[in-house]
């Protein structure tokens, strides 16, 4: 399943891109456990995915909690807690 | 009353909004702006957000706000790129009969866009430094206290 990533703020910045696509291995099934598996590239990803209490996500544009299954998703987002108004 | 959503970089005509929703017929309009701060050295504020999703959110809020009370006009202005001290970084507007509805309404929507609408705000200062904005915990609060109400 290849899924399309995008990452805002300082995680998009120390992961160096602003999004990619990747094919996770068929047990990555929930939004966390995807995180766990790009932090475990190292490098940056490790830094920016590191702390799981300060990343959120969306899943196709809408925002889940951790748990959310990935199953069928086109495009998820990685980011800080949001902070405009 | 279907919210008036709008997400740009130019300023926001804060006049002019407000005299569309003063124009409805009701009896109260209140509003809310948000100014980039002057202070700690502050040079710009940089609104970064998700060009995908950010108005979508922006709509389900006000969409939102418009199904808890009665609302003759709803308008919300949010602005993303650079910002210098002293400019407009979102307008919200709210129009209705009387003033409850409108000051609750619009307590909400700017509770709700600061913790539920997907920007991030990076502060440059003086000398060359930036740092992103740290949430605080004042605005999850703030924000909560409107969950209990469906």
Known sequence: MTLDLVYFAWVREAIGKDGESVEP????????????WLAGRGGGYAEALGQLDRLRAAVDQRFVAMDAPIAGAKEIAIFPPVTGG | MIPD???GTT?????????????LGGGAVASFTGIVRGDDALIALELEHYPEMTLAAMTGIAE?????????????????GRLAPGERIVFIGVAASRRGAAIKA???LIDWLKTRAPFWKREHRAG?????????????????????RA
């Open chain 1, 25 to 36: 291995p068929e047990d990555v099934a929930t939004v966390f456990e995807l995180i766990v």
């Open chain 2, 5 to 7: 959503v709008r997400l």
């Open chain 2, 106 to 108: 619009m307590q909400f």
């Open chain 2, 11 to 23: 300023d926001i005509d804060v006049a002019v909004e407000l005299a569309a929703l003063e124009g």
């Open chain 2, 64 to 80: 939102q706000a418009a199904a808890r009370w009665p609302l003759l006009g709803l308008t919300v202005v949010h602005r993303h």
């Open chain 2, 128 to 148: 060359g430094g930036a740092s992103w904005v740290e949430p605080r915990e004042a605005d999850s609060q703030a924000a909560a206290r409107w969950e209990s």
